[in-house]
T-cell receptor
Framework: GQQLNQSPQSMFIQEGEDVSMNCTSS?????WLWYKQDPGEGPVLLIA?????ELTSNGRLTAQFGITRKDSFLNISASIPSDVGIYFC???????????FGGGTRVLVKP | DAGITQSPRHKVTETGTPVTLRCHQT?????MYWYRQDPGHGLRLIHY???????DKGEVSDGYSVSRSKTEDFLLTLESATSSQTSVYFC???????????FGQGTRLTVV
């Protein structure tokens, strides 16, 4: 089946750092979504992107819908300890309402 | 939080036994989904529903069946549980014309 490749798979953050992650696909999506999952919880929607080239912010989070419609990026500025968790990208094609998820980026705090 | 309740939250069952997981929503959303989450695989779609009694398979549907007799309830059944079905199962909902999906808190299923 179709896949979204998310990178990096994991990363360590230090408080105050900016972090970036991305999601790429071999096929085109018309909507990109970014979710965060805390331990023991379901994913929670952070940002939704609907147009190629769109740049959208939600507090310290900024996400972009790639111009080719095959990728998306999420940036977290000035990270704080509660940013720890797993971040998932998800893509939606024009037909149907089925989301395809990336494998996730696990964000951890530097020891 | 969207009004989605999954039950049970945790279950341990033996290989070969039938298991049913329930997803209940209070949002009156049209679409409901069952995903499983496994390390290294992210979230994979098992089955989804686009209305009462209307369901379709996702990418990992083998060994699972679903039913939706009411808008608010979507049941996932493992007819004969296997160890490979040990996973965390998430229900999600979305509405007509909306692209965002909202997730329940998950059911952790262990098949021993």
């Amino acid at each position: 089946g179709q896949q979204l490749n998310q990178s990096p798979q994991s990363m360590f953050i230090q408080e105050g750092e900016d972090v970036s992650m991305n999601c790429t696909s071999s096929s085109i999506f018309n909507t990109w979504l970014w979710y965060k999952q805390d331990p023991g919880e379901g994913p929670v929607l952070l940002i939704a992107l609907y147009k190629a080239g769109e740049l959208t912010s939600n507090g310290r989070l900024t996400a972009q819908f790639g111009i080719t419609r095959k990728d998306s990026f999420l940036n977290i500025s000035a990270s704080i300890p509660s940013d720890v968790g797993i971040y998932f990208c998800a893509g939606l094609k024009a037909a149907g309402n089925k989301l395809t998820f990336g494998g996730g980026t696990r964000v951890l705090v530097k020891p | 939080d969207a009004g989605i309740t999954q039950s049970p939250r945790h279950k341990v069952t033996e290989t070969g036994t039938p298991v049913t997981l329930r997803c209940h929503q209070t949002e009156n959303h049209r679409y409901m989904y069952w995903y499983r989450q496994d390390p290294g695989h992210g979230l994979r779609l098992i089955h989804y529903s686009y209305g009462v009694k209307d369901t379709d398979k996702g990418e990992v549907s083998d060994g699972y069946s679903v039913s939706r007799s009411k808008t608010e309830d979507f049941l996932l059944t493992l007819e004969s549980a296997t160890s490979s079905q040990t996973s965390v199962y998430f229900c999600a909902i979305s509405d007509t014309g909306k692209t965002e999906a909202f997730f329940g808190q998950g059911t952790r299923l262990t098949v021993v």
